[in-house]
Structure formats: structure tokens, C-alpha cells
């Protein structure tokens, strides 16, 4: 069981390098936004399993306060680019 | 073994939204793939810990971060998205209809 789960948390680990360069690579702002966004939600999946491979439960609580900052970045940028105009 | 294949289907799940992620033209499409599919299989790991841990310590704390991040990630991506539409950034020339163009003034 060890053994699956080490190969799903690599798997993981890769789709987060894949979000990771669309951070890098996003021609506007709102494209690196939606990559890390999507980063702190698949990191919340890391959490998980490495909780469960070291039958640790103080690594959820990174899990549920990585959610909480996540949001509340993404609503600050968001607001802030609203009031803003790319052609300008 | 529960566990293992509801973890399975979470990582299939956040594979599905990654490759939409890269592949898909333009930010509003990008962003309706990646966060529907990541959340779910967010969503699907965090029951596969529930599973695993049972009514514990780690099993609650699962149990919490679940409905935590349904509501958070789906109300960050409509604001964001929203953002977005007022930033001014252009849909993608495949696009066929945009109805918000119409009512962007009264909403706002």
C-alpha cells in the first residue's frame, strides 16, 4: 500500500511542476493567477497523502491553512485587477 | 484498499485538469477546466484519508478541510474570473458567444 501511494504522491508532485510552468510561461496576469491557484489546491492533495504514509495528523492543519491564505490571495488580486485595464 | 482507489480517482481527476490547464487556448476556458477538476479531485483524496483515519484526530480534521475547500476554491475562480472579464483580457478567436458583454454595465 506504501508502495501505490509513493507513486500517486509523485504523480502529485509532477502536476504541481506542471502548474508551476503555467505560472511561468502565462502570456497576461490572470494566467499566473489561475496557476497558483490551482498550485495551492493540488498541494492540499500532497498534504493528504503524506498524512496518511506517516500517520501524522498535524499535516492537514498545513493543508486547511494553505486553503484559507490561497482564497484570500486570490480574492485580493482579483479585486485589485478589476480595477485596472490591461490597454492602458 | 478503499483508500487506494479513491486516491486513484483524485489523481486522475487532477491529471484530466492539468492537461487542461496547458493545452486549452485561453484563460477563461483554462480556467473553467483546471478548477472544476482539481477541486473534485481535491475533494475525492480528502474522502480517501477520511476513510483511512476514521472518526479520529486526522479523520476530522479531513472531514473539515473538504466542504473548507469546496466553497473556497469555487467562490475564488468566479471572482477572479470576473476580474478578469473587467481587466479586458480577449477571449480566444474560437469563441462563438459572449452574453456577459451585454449586461457587464448593470451588473457592475
Known sequence: MINYLNILLYLQIILSGVCLYRV????????RMVGIDI????????????SIQTEKSYILDIGIAWIIFSFIGTLTLAKYLSGKKLHE | ????????????????????????????????AATKCVTLGTCSILVGVLLHFGISNAGVKALIAIPLLFFAATVAAHALIRGTYHFGVKMSDKSVRDDYKDVKDEVS
Open chain 1, 39 to 50: 498550485f495551492g489546491i493540488l498541494v492540499v492533495g500532497i498534504c493528504g497523502i503524506i
Open chain 1, 24 to 31: 511561468v510561461r502565462g502570456p497576461t496576469i490572470p494566467d
Open chain 2, 1 to 32: 484498499m478503499a483508500t487506494i482507489i479513491l486516491i486513484c480517482i483524485g489523481v486522475l481527476f487532477n491529471i484530466f485538469g492539468c492537461i487542461g490547464l496547458i493545452r486549452l487556448p485561453d484563460v477563461y476556458n483554462r480556467l473553467q
